[in-house]
């Protein structure tokens, strides 16, 4: 019964609930419906590729860019998996829709409720998939953007263990902490507490930290690039100089 197709008519339905004049409002409401569905779609993923690699994975560290695209995959795999099974069942709940439907409509007069029960069951669950499968695209798509920066970090690390993950942590908080830290400066002129004591258990010395963050913005503050590329290299140098010390 899967080729079946049933498609409720909604003024049918509505005739003598409304009046005309609301009968055309719907019919309009419904056209505009359709003729922007589009701009779902358009925007079915919850982040742009641009926003995922610019903003959402922006770490100065590739480790913990590779930690937090590991966890949107598998997020978005059991998402993508519980949607399966969703559309799955309900694919299954429109198959016994349209063969109750069709047991219903031969009854006669005293199933005719029973049968529009069933239509109206059959045209939501069939609008409810349509709406899943729009959302299940913009997912997959997602995935596809994790993917391919998962590669890219892949080439640049090379091979992971637990134990190069761990030994890469110490240098990826440290960075973190700098580059908060550098923020910090550039808002107040000092590195706030959270940070001072986030670089002390990184090993590094808040007041050392802060001196060379202060020459840094001075030193650039006439000609600072337009991009983030300097900074980058100035907070990879610092911690360079905190790991070796």
């Not at 440290?174 to 940070?195: C, E, F, H």
Request: aromatic letters at 6%; hydrophobic letters at 40%.
């Amino acid at each position: 019964m899967a080729d079946l197709v049933i498609i409720p008519n909604d003024e049918k339905f509505l005739v003598g609930l409304v009046d005309d004049r609301f009968l055309a409002e719907w019919k309009d409401t419904q056209t505009a419906l359709a003729e922007t569905a589009y701009l779902g779609e358009l925007w079915a993923k919850s982040k742009t590729p641009w926003f995922i690699q610019n903003v959402t994975v922006s770490w100065p560290s590739e480790v913990m860019n590779m930690r937090y695209v590991a966890a949107q995959l598998e997020a978005k795999g059991a998402a993508l998996r519980e949607a399966k099974y969703n559309l799955i069942e309900k694919q299954v709940d429109v198959e016994e829709a349209e063969y109750l439907y069709t047991k219903e409509s031969g009854q006669g007069d005293s199933s005719d409720i029973s049968a529009k029960r069933l239509l109206i069951r059959i045209a939501r669950t069939r609008e409810e998939m349509q709406a899943t499968l729009v959302k299940f695209r913009g997912a997959m798509e997602e995935v596809a953007v994790y993917k391919a920066m998962h590669d890219n970090l892949r080439a640049s690390l090379g091979d992971l263990s637990q134990e190069r993950i761990d030994e890469m942590d110490h240098r990826a908080q440290l960075l973190r902490a700098l580059v908060q830290s550098v923020r910090s400066v550039r808002m107040t002129g000092r590195i706030d507490a959270g940070n001072q004591e986030f670089l002390e258990q990184c090993g590094c010395n808040p007041l050392w930290a802060q001196n060379r963050i202060i020459q840094e913005l001075v030193a650039t503050e006439q000609g600072p690039s337009v991009d983030n590329k300097a900074m980058l290299t100035f907070i990879n140098k610092l911690a360079d100089e905190v790991l070796g010390a």
